[in-house]
């Protein structure tokens, strides 16, 4: 039983890790394209720009630009979330997850993520009649509030175990 | 802790071992050793019990209150 769960919690820290690696080939692609833009200087909209690129190519280059700088923000968001959801497993693969650092990291990650839909509300997607900001997602704001909760629930479990190994 | 556990005078009296109270209670001497040191946040009924008993004393013996 112990084993089995060490083996998915190692097997969870793998995807976690190939997410990692797979949003910094995704930034990166996403740099090149903001790069490439700035050269551009508003002469050239890629074909994904949508029929506004035709009606305002300004508008449609300022679109994009701040599309692409929120979705490079939001992934760098998202990588040190990982980061902290690496260290949260790897406590609970060593040990022992109830430790003071493990309520921090989850309200850490909280904030994250609420900085990450933040973000990500702004990243724009061309559309038929130009670009359309992503609908406010009320799953992912329940997310925010569950991880602000477990981190209450681990702080209140890092408290009781203490003092449950000083009751004699 | 205003709470004091005169654990090391009342073993002194009984000419016992704190080897000798942990076998009797059945509790390791690391914990007995917090217990005495007070360092111990809390103390289970279970406790007091089994020690009072091996120690043949009063809880009121074995805990003092004294204001810091």
């Known amino acids: 039983m112990n084993a089995q769960r060490t083996d998915l919690l190692a097997v969870t820290r793998g995807l976690v890790k190939f997410g990692q690696v797979s949003l910094l080939i ?36 300022r679109a994009l630009r701040i599309g692409l700088i929120a979705m490079i923000v939001a992934g760098a968001l998202l990588l040190a979330l990982l980061q902290q959801l690496i260290r949260l497993i790897d406590s609970a693969r060593i040990g022992d997850p109830f430790v003071p650092e493990s309520g921090r990291r989850l309200r850490r990650i909280g904030w994250l993520l609420l900085a990450f839909y933040v973000c990500n509300s ?27 909760v477990l981190a209450r629930i681990f702080e209140s ?12 | 802790m205003p709470v004091l556990v005169r654990l090391d005078e009342l073993l002194h009296e009984r000419r ?15 914990n007995l050793s917090i217990l005495k040191t007070g360092k111990a946040k809390a103390m ?6 089994a020690i009072c008993e091996a120690l043949q004393c009063q809880p009121g013996d074995l805990l003092k209150f004294e204001k810091d």
């Not at chain 1, 997607?125 to 992912?140: C, E």
């Not at chain 1, 479990?157 to 004699?168: D, F, I, N």
């Not at chain 2, 016992?16 to 690391?30: E, F, K, N, S």
């Open chain 1, 122 to 148: 702004l990243t724009i997607s061309p559309a038929q009649d130009g670009f359309r900001f992503p609908p406010l997602s009320l799953s992912g704001l329940l997310t925010v509030l569950l991880v602000f």
């Open chain 2, 44 to 49: 289970r009924f279970s406790t007091l019990e």
């Open chain 2, 16 to 30: 016992m071992t704190l080897t000798d109270l942990a076998d009797r209670v059945g509790i390791t001497i690391a």
């Open chain 1, 157 to 168: 479990g890092t408290r009781m175990r203490t003092e449950l190994q000083e009751t004699v």
């Open chain 1, 26 to 61: 995704l930034m990166g692609v996403g740099a090149a394209i903001f790069i490439g833009l700035l050269l551009g200087e508003g002469k050239r909209l890629p074909s994904f720009a949508g029929e506004l690129a035709s009606k305002s190519p300004e508008d449609a280059m």
